[in-house]
DNA sequence: CAGCGTCTGTGCGCTAAGGCACTCATTGCC
DNA sequence: GGCAATGAGTGCCTTAGCGCACAGACGCTG
């Protein structure tokens, strides 16, 4: 419960509480670190733990019976995991992965369950969320159904690059490929053109994003209706440079 | 308000609430047809109404700017159209399209925006159902990517002829291929296939289902599926078999 | 430094489905 | 009865992505 050493990097949907509850909130919670590939929930089972992600991200995930896995969502700091619990449910609907390792809040079932009826602001901004993944699961699938494998990954490594807070993230091809429903080597091919073209490269792994307008030109137009939805719903999320800027605002 | 002629197709979730709650309820709410095609609500706007489906049925789809439409949901006299309203949103997440004409309970916005104020019971159930939903749009998504035509085909069947309440319903190929995210020439030559094999019958856009038990067997693993989730979660809904069984008993 | 596991590159044949373009049949309407 | 609209059947060529398989490349560990 180490609320004192508030990290660096806060998680959005808390901010948008009164400094008050989130303070009572944040007593319930510990920090911890995800650590890549780790699964946080399956399926129709219930929460261990709710996460607010502060600098790691995490998957959503459906596996169908003798297919790879296919990707629903992508949860960094500016949402949570487990959002669910503003519906009264504590089982998930999907499996989560973590994606990006790095920290985040982590909170007790029944603290949140037991919080949330004392904080109707809390119910509500988690209402928001659930309704801006909704619009995004629904976005993702039509996309997963229509659009091609390159526009398709550039969304996602835009996507990642978003909640990595870092322009280098840990990501293989396999891992990619699993979160898109497509072959390794689809992706191989696809990014190898990518790396080629300068906007990104990669090795082993360790993916370096070089030149992110590009990449938005090449992927397709649900990475900005992510976006679009989410702040026309719960308005801007806290950026990489918005931090430097508080930061400095704050040294002189 | 035409509270007095409740129709012989009653609507599940209305069922779960108790009959005192369900009968204030219905005062707010008239009966309306559904015609074929009407569009109900459009991606981001607000809604008109809501509707309670009784034996109509309406389709939930994402449209992406140059393609087709695809289908992600279907609601008949199990669900609502609306329930997003659940989490104090009055904007629709996807369009919706009647599917299958026939008759709905229809409420205003703000009649049932006050009543789920004093209803906690109904605030219950559509946070219910809205669970399922999600459960069932990510099963939605996974199918569309990784299943054949075929199967989803049958799949869309099926669950047409659960809310269509008999076996005659009105689709045709091209609003199939729309739902499917296909061409229509796909969906002729499926379907011929499974008019060959006596599984269904059809002719300009009336549908015949001969076989359901073969359809099933067609059918991917995704239809079952939803038919678990919707249960666990919210019970048995009433089928036609019920009602006529109901109808039975009331009778000698 | 040898060895193994992980990550990436590449190639080949295959197939479901797409795009496009007709024809044909049924139905309703003027 | 003739005409237009709608629904359905068919064919042909193209293509993105799959399954499978193997080879190189890097990096950790003993």
Redesign the pocket.
Known sequence: MSVSTVPLITNHLLQLLSSKDRHILLQYCDVVQLQFADILCEPNQRYRYLYFPLSGFISLVTKLAG??PLEMGLIGNEGMLGVTLALGMTTAPMQAVVQGKGTAWRIDVADLQQFLLLCPQLQHVLQQYLFVQLAQLSQSAACAH?????P?LARWLLMSHDRAHSSRF????????DM?????????????IM?QQQFIS??????SILDRQALQNVACECYQAGLDEYLSVLGQPRTEDDIKQLLQQSVP
């Open positions: 297919h790879k229509f659009h091609e494998l390159s398709r840990y990501l293989t091809h396999q891992f990619l490929a898109l429903g497509v072959r390794r080597s689809g992706v191989t091919v696809a990014a190898g790396q990669y090795s082993r792994g360790m993916i």
